[in-house]
């Protein structure tokens, strides 16, 4: 992932990271990508792995990269612990983070750096985060806030401790879709960029609106993420498509949605700016 995230941080636009729960939205993902020949990241987590595996997520991945041949890179995305990180390493993820941003300064980054001692002789990036990205819900205004925004200070202390290849950070972003467009800080983005020399991470990209994205990425965003937006879709193409029906037949209520999915994938390509930067 950081080759993908090095060359959209000099060149100022982002490579959006969709989550990737199973074939059928992997195949979406990249088969997009194929088509608009941009690079693209598929992430999975802690929330995802009920479902599939990270070693069946990643043979999944080989095999459909071996169909849409496109720069992408495969992410664990809030990882909850050591030992998931080593379970992705080994079931061929080439990106994982850590996320111990609930924690103090000194376990994130001490977690951080020996995380990065074991993935990058092998090749795998490294995402960290600071400061603390909620949920959309838990937006609050006037200068209230539920979770912590990123210290410039703190973001530059913590990528010289770890060495990570990318920080994800808060400026009033929120996972989920928001109930209300979110207030960007981007001064004190302006001020993370300046002195962290890593590209950063746009966690809860769902929602956002296009001029603060754009924003955010000329100010060194060169990852975001898209979850909800992907989800929603389904599930309206769902409710249109099978609300009050007897009974669903699951591979056609999938089919039916592939469309709306692909179009949210399409969007943030265009958004992000990477459409044709697949090298």
């Given at each position: 992932?950081s080759v993908?995230?090095q060359?959209a941080?000099?060149a100022?636009?982002?490579?959006p990271?969709?989550?990737?729960?199973?074939a059928?939205?992997?195949?979406i993902?990249l088969?997009?990508?194929?088509q608009l020949h941009?690079?693209?990241?598929?992430?999975?987590?802690?929330g995802e792995?009920?479902?599939?595996?990270?070693?069946?997520?990643?043979?999944i991945t080989?095999?459909?990269?071996?169909?849409?041949?496109v720069p992408?890179?495969l992410?664990?995305?809030?990882?909850d612990?050591?030992?998931l990180?080593?379970e992705c390493?080994?079931?061929g993820f080439s990106?994982?983070?850590?996320?111990?941003?609930?924690r103090?300064f000194?376990?994130n980054?001490?977690?951080?750096?020996?995380i990065?001692?074991?993935?990058r002789?092998l090749g795998?990036?490294v995402e960290g985060?600071?400061g603390?990205?909620?949920?959309a819900?838990?937006?609050t205004?006037e200068g209230?806030?539920i979770?912590t925004?990123?210290e410039?200070?703190d973001?530059?202390?913590?990528v010289?401790?770890t060495?990570?290849?990318?920080?994800?950070?808060?400026?009033?972003?929120?996972?989920?879709?928001?109930?209300?467009l979110p207030?960007?800080?981007f001064e004190?983005?302006?001020r993370?960029r300046?002195?962290v020399?890593?590209?950063?991470?746009l966690?809860?990209?769902s929602?956002?609106?296009?001029?603060?994205l754009?924003r955010?990425?000329?100010l060194?965003?060169a990852?975001?993420?898209?979850?909800s937006?992907l989800?929603?879709?389904f599930?309206?193409?769902?409710?249109q498509?099978h609300?009050g029906s007897?009974?669903?037949?699951l591979?056609h209520?999938?089919?039916?949605?592939?469309?709306a999915m692909a179009a949210?994938?399409e969007?943030?390509?265009k958004?992000c700016g990477?459409?044709?930067?697949a090298?």
């Amino acid at each position: 992932m950081s080759v993908l995230l090095q060359a959209a941080w000099r060149a100022g636009y982002a490579v959006p990271s969709f989550c990737a729960w199973n074939a059928e939205v992997s195949e979406i993902i990249l088969s997009v990508a194929h088509q608009l020949h941009a690079p693209v990241i598929l992430m999975s987590g802690p929330g995802e792995f009920g479902l599939n595996s990270p070693d069946t997520l990643g043979r999944i991945t080989r095999a459909l990269l071996d169909k849409y041949p496109v720069p992408a890179a495969l992410h664990l995305d809030h990882g909850d612990s050591p030992a998931l990180v080593d379970e992705c390493i080994k079931g061929g993820f080439s990106s994982v983070m850590l996320d111990y941003s609930l924690r103090p300064f000194e376990e994130n980054a001490t977690a951080l750096k020996a995380i990065v001692a074991r993935a990058r002789p092998l090749g795998v990036t490294v995402e960290g985060e600071i400061g603390c990205v909620g949920r959309a819900d838990d937006i609050t205004v006037e200068g209230g806030k539920i979770c912590t925004l990123t210290e410039p200070a703190d973001a530059a202390r913590f990528v010289e401790a770890t060495g990570v290849d990318a920080l994800a950070v808060s400026i009033g972003n929120a996972h989920g879709i928001y109930t209300r467009l979110p207030v960007f800080d981007f001064e004190r983005l302006a001020r993370i960029r300046d002195v962290v020399g890593v590209p950063l991470v746009l966690h809860g990209g769902s929602g956002t609106a296009p001029d603060d994205l754009r924003r955010a990425i000329s100010l060194g965003m060169a990852k975001v993420n898209v979850a909800s937006e992907l989800c929603k879709a389904f599930r309206d193409s769902y409710e249109q498509s099978h609300a009050g029906s007897g009974g669903v037949w699951l591979p056609h209520a999938l089919a039916a949605a592939r469309p709306a999915m692909a179009a949210v994938v399409e969007k943030w390509i265009k958004l992000c700016g990477s459409e044709g930067r697949a090298a």
